[in-house]
């Protein structure tokens, strides 16, 4: 099963993630965000068919491949980072800085958090949508178009 043909997803061996995350563990000082270079993303329906293939079978010939639809707060695409990021290349190669652009996060959190509790105690489900879309941006696109793809219409 695939949830969606479009779906694509990002990939590493395991030595090679951890090998960049011990990197920029070892550079990096406290507060930094970096990116690993994943290289590029494949989509899950062909890394089916080649698993497939690899078993000595057909795809849709022998083993039918069945889309599930996409799962509340799934995206089709990984986003890595955002029109609200900035992102610079470091002297490693695979290893990218982030840094986000009018990041205000750190200093509210506090605020933040108190509006959590009071929209979870007494908010509609507006109100909890229009929270966290101001804290996750493209949240309200994602989660809509999760909704749709399922079949579920939200207004």
Do not use: W
């Amino acid at each position: 099963t695939v949830t969606h043909p479009e779906m694509t997803r990002y990939f590493m061996t395991i030595p090679e993630a951890a090998q960049l995350v011990m990197l920029s563990g070892s550079v990096g000082r406290s507060g930094d965000l970096y990116l690993l270079d994943m290289g590029e993303p494949v989509k899950i329906v062909d890394l089916a068919k080649d698993m497939i293939r690899l078993s000595g079978l057909e795809p849709d010939v022998d083993i039918a491949i069945t889309y599930t639809g996409i799962r509340p707060g799934e995206k089709l695409h990984e986003i890595l980072a955002t029109e609200e990021c900035e992102v610079k290349e470091t002297e490693y190669e695979k290893l990218s800085i982030v840094y986000r652009k009018n990041f205000e996060f750190v200093d509210r959190v506090g605020e933040m958090l108190e509006r959590a509790k009071e929209i979870s105690r007494i908010g509609s489900e507006e109100d909890i949508e229009e929270f966290l879309s101001y804290y996750i941006p493209g949240f309200l696109e994602s989660h809509n178009h999760s909704l749709e793809n399922n079949g579920i219409t939200h207004s």
